[in-house]
């Protein structure tokens, strides 16, 4: 019987690896979805009780999940698209590194300039 071969299931595939970060924003963001819909009823219920809630979220740990939120949907929003292209286009498999690649730029030349935007507002400056 052949031995099990040590170490991760995922060798370094980015097919792999964007497969798992894919549904790990897809969870983030779902949890994120629903506190968002829970603390927003909630002002249906309490307007007070909501600008309380709310007042809670301006602190600067709120402010940093706020950009792994922003990071986790934009990766999931163009890993999106480039799984729709693998999937739907003839030269998609052939190109997904290719693919891979531009999502990781497009996701940088957004990401960056936003976490510069609103880390400035977040620690005051």
């Known amino acids: 019987m052949p031995s099990k071969p040590a170490g ?3 060798r370094g595939r980015e097919g792999m690896w964007s497969w798992v970060a894919h549904r790990i924003t897809g969870v983030g963001i779902f949890f994120f ?8 009823a909630l ?7 909501y600008n309380e809630v709310i007042g809670t979220y301006k602190n600067p740990i709120v402010g940093l999940m706020e950009v792994g ?4 949907i934009l990766f999931h ?11 739907f286009w003839a030269k998609g ?10 999502v990781g730029v497009v ?6 300039p936003f976490v510069a935007r609103h880390l400035t507002h ?3 400056g």
């Open 93 to 102: 498999p052939r190109n997904q590194r290719k693919l891979m690649i531009g």
């Open 77 to 87: 929003a163009f890993n999106g698209i480039r799984l729709i292209l693998v999937d």
């Open 43 to 49: 002002v249906r219920v309490s307007p007070e009780a």
């Open 69 to 72: 939120l922003v990071g986790a």
């Open 107 to 112: 996701w940088v030349v957004l990401f960056v």
């Open 8 to 10: 991760t299931l995922y």
């Open 122 to 124: 977040v620690f005051g």
């Open 33 to 40: 979805l629903l506190v968002h819909v829970l603390d927003t």
